[in-house]
């Protein structure tokens, strides 16, 4: 990681207006890891071609033996808005990104 990136995100950590919390939370074998993998990967920790494969937060020996994730991770990323920005936020900032599908 450069070293300009690593001091903004060190800046950004120190500032509670620009923090975010997150859950990924979904039913067994929805994407849960492979989502994780990618906004991992949106940061250039891990390479595109291993989001899905890595499961860079799984990181107990027994996850990835198992391939099931047993225990929650936490993890700083950088995010820049785009056009749009997140419409579903609420007044403190929280937003939620609800994924449905046909049975």
Excluded: W
């Excluded at 207006?17 to 891990?46: E, F, M, P, Q, W």
Aim: glycine letters at 8%; charged letters at 25%; aromatic letters at 4%.
């Amino acid at each position: 990681m450069k070293r300009a990136m690593l001091e903004k995100l060190i800046q950004l950590e120190e500032t509670p207006d620009y923090l975010r919390n997150i859950c990924i939370l979904a039913h067994v074998d929805h994407g849960k890891t492979t989502i994780a993998d990618a906004l991992v990967a949106s940061n250039g920790i891990i390479s595109q071609r291993l989001v899905g494969k890595l499961r860079y937060m799984d990181s107990r020996d027994d996850e990835q033996i198992r391939g099931i994730t047993m225990k929650s991770s936490a993890i700083a990323l950088y995010y820049a808005e785009q056009a749009g920005g997140i419409h579903n936020a609420d007044r403190k900032g929280n937003f939620i990104i609800a994924a449905s599908g046909s049975m």
